[in-house]
């Protein structure tokens, strides 16, 4: 069984930063994509970014040039720095890892849901 665990959301006003981690653990041989997905009340799930094992990366258009996705394969990790937060960044913030187990099974798993709000 592999968990992922979500810190580091919160309350911040405009104009500010803050910086998502995600933590994988469990049966893990190696994870391939990781990212973030965002879902705002009454709005549709959006994916926010992306990244392959080897680094490769993926935005979604509102948020290019604010946002930042890395990761710590060491640490199983994904973070994702936001800058120049806006109120409509307000969301569920939930990261995802594709993970390979020991028996080279690949399965998509998810972290609880972290809120981010962003006050005017």
């Known amino acids: 069984q592999v968990e992922l665990v979500e810190s580091g959301g919160g309350l911040v006003q405009a104009g500010g930063s803050l910086r998502l981690s995600c933590a994988a653990s469990?049966?893990?041989?190696?994870?391939?994509?990781m990212g973030w997905y965002r879902q705002a009340p009454g709005k549709q799930r959006e994916l926010v970014a992306s990244i392959t094992s080897d680094g490769s990366t993926n935005y979604a258009e509102s948020v290019k040039g604010r946002f930042t996705i890395s990761r710590d394969n060491a640490k199983n990790t994904v973070y994702l720095q936001m800058n120049s937060l806006k109120p409509e960044d307000t969301s569920v913030y939930s990261c995802?890892?594709?993970?390979?187990?020991?028996?080279?099974?690949?399965?998509?798993?998810w972290g609880q849901g972290t809120q981010v709000t962003v006050s005017s």
């Open positions: 995802y890892a594709a993970v390979m187990n020991y028996y080279y099974n690949v399965r998509t798993y």
């Open positions: 469990g049966s893990i041989r190696s994870i391939n994509a």
